[in-house]
């Protein structure tokens, strides 16, 4: 059964850190484009950080560039997210995804056919 689960979340102040991790069971990630979407209440699912199995390359949206950090470990078959600097509109859901990914689409929500449950990241003071 291929299955993703997500671990880390949590309730941080703002300017702090987290470190969201990912596991992938049934199938190995390192032949797969990876990555984090996120929604917050009352707004759409969105895209934060890919990676393409292709080359290697990385997406950030712009909210989060220079922030958010995106890592893969294929030993562990694990992806990452760290996230530093967090600001109140960073809370939301955020969810692990990974997906046959083609070229030029990265981070495009309909690539992506695995999606873990997702983990709670709040950031309030």
């Known amino acids: 059964q291929l299955q993703l689960v997500e671990s880390g979340g949590g309730l941080v102040q703002p300017g702090g850190s987290l470190k969201l991790s990912c596991a992938a069971s049934g199938f190995t990630l390192d032949t797969y484009g990876i990555g984090w979407f996120r929604q917050a209440p009352g707004k759409e699912r969105e895209g934060v950080s890919c990676i393409s199995s292709h080359d290697g390359s990385t997406y950030y949206t712009d909210s989060v560039k220079g922030r958010f950090s995106i890592s893969r470990d294929n030993a562990k078959n694990t992806v990452h997210l760290q996230m530093n600097s967090l600001k109140p509109e960073d809370t939301a859901v955020y969810y692990c995804?990974?997906?046959?990914?083609?070229?030029?689409?990265?981070?495009?929500?309909?690539?992506?056919?695995?999606w873990g449950q997702g983990t709670q990241v709040t950031v309030s003071s």
């Open positions: 995804v990974a997906g046959k990914v083609p070229w030029g689409r990265l981070c495009q929500r309909r690539e992506y056919d695995y």
